[in-house]
């Protein structure tokens, strides 16, 4: 097991086997998982959110973009395409294996009126749309005649109420042959919209990871997705979160050190008060917590030899071998404090009491 710090983030990689390790050698699944190994080419969805924003501003939408010329350089759309070439240059750097999903785009390109089966109003009813089963013409495309006219600048897109009214009617309209833009089957689950319709709440570009093969696979691209969503939140102001299945399992790696140490420093402390106050003597308490650190940093020590990660198993058996090591540690204490005479240690026969009573301590216990 090594442990490293990269970019602010704690990376494990692990020498395990995966889920092999927990199944009986004559398991049908073993053969499973080796040609899992040997021939899966897809990875899980990975999902990079962005909540709390408000998209009908022109600044938003240009922080979310990649398709039109006055679309920020490091948008949302722009740095995960970024970031997908980034991983067919150098393998392992992001684990972002396909262009992204960007609802943005699509839904301005939806308003484009040279797409002329996409939105639509009804010649007879300004400001009503046409279905996308309704006759051409009775229909005409939404910014036919817009002022000003629909634009790669995004100059003359919609903003505001006028954007929201827009976006609603293309999330419930259906992606077919002739409008291959609309929103309702590949977006349809993408954004999540305020109880009135006015806003949205979050939404979603969605890619995938390459083929995670190992534990190792899985834990370094939780945290290069994690990496990513906090550069694109750092330089667009945005606030990006990643999501993917495998996450809520793998979730601990980014604080399982952190974890350790303070639940480990916590038992530490409740050893030595607890000690110290039951033997009456802080200075034994001092020397039984130190031996009880001792052990565990021994059976630390092991894990690594043996290969055993940190994980939230191991640490439930770190704190159970710090509370095996108090269990003797804290008898031959006792048995010290207890024995012998109770001559002072200034005393002549001080030293020679102490040896007694180590020895007596050792040999009853």
Not at 100 to 120: G, Q, V
Not at 226 to 255: C, K, M, W
Not at 284 to 290: C, E, Q, S
Request: proline content about 4%.
């Amino acid at each position: 097991m090594s442990i490293f710090v990269r970019n602010g983030a704690v990376v494990i990689f692990s020498n395990a086997t995966d889920q092999r390790l927990a199944l009986p050698s004559d398991s049908y699944l073993i053969d499973w998982f080796d040609h899992v190994d040997a021939y899966l080419d897809i990875g899980p969805p990975v999902y990079f959110v962005v909540a709390d924003t408000d998209v009908t501003t022109r600044s938003t939408q240009q922080a979310l973009c990649g398709r039109f010329t006055t679309c920020q350089d490091l948008s949302v759309a722009n740095r995960l395409e970024g970031e997908r070439k980034r991983e067919l240059e150098v393998k392992g750097s992001s684990y972002i294996a396909d262009p992204a999903a960007s609802w943005i785009d699509n839904m301005l390109s939806w308003l484009n009126p040279t797409n002329d089966k996409c939105c639509r109003f009804n010649r007879r009813r300004p400001g009503e749309f046409c279905s996308d089963r309704q006759s051409p013409r009775i229909c005409r495309p939404c910014y036919e005649d817009h002022d000003p006219a629909w634009n790669i600048t995004m100059d003359g897109l919609p903003e505001g109420d006028e954007f929201m009214k827009y976006l609603n009617q293309w999330l419930i309209s259906p992606t077919t042959s002739d409008c291959q833009l609309a929103g309702q089957a590949p977006f349809g689950t993408a954004l999540s919209l305020s109880a009135g319709g006015d806003a949205v709440t979050a939404s979603h570009f969605r890619t995938s990871h390459t083929p995670l093969k190992s534990q190792a696979d899985y834990i370094n691209s939780f945290h290069a997705a994690h990496r990513i969503a906090d550069e694109i939140s750092q330089d667009t102001g945005l606030n990006v979160f990643p999501y993917s299945y495998h996450y809520v399992f793998f979730d601990q790696y980014a604080h399982i050190i952190a974890i350790t140490e303070r639940i480990l420093g916590l038992g530490l402390a409740a050893v030595l008060i607890v000690t110290a106050l039951l033997l009456g003597s802080w200075r034994t308490g001092t020397i039984v917590t130190a031996v009880v650190a001792l052990t565990v940093v021994n059976v630390m020590g092991v894990m690594g030899v043996w290969g055993i990660d940190l994980n939230a198993i191991s640490l439930v058996n770190l704190v159970i071998s710090l509370g095996i090591a108090v269990e003797f540690c804290a008898h031959v204490a006792r048995a010290f404090m207890s024995a012998g005479t109770g001559l002072p240690v200034d005393h002549p026969a001080g030293q020679k009491e102490r040896d007694e009573r180590m020895w007596s301590a050792l040999v009853d216990v």
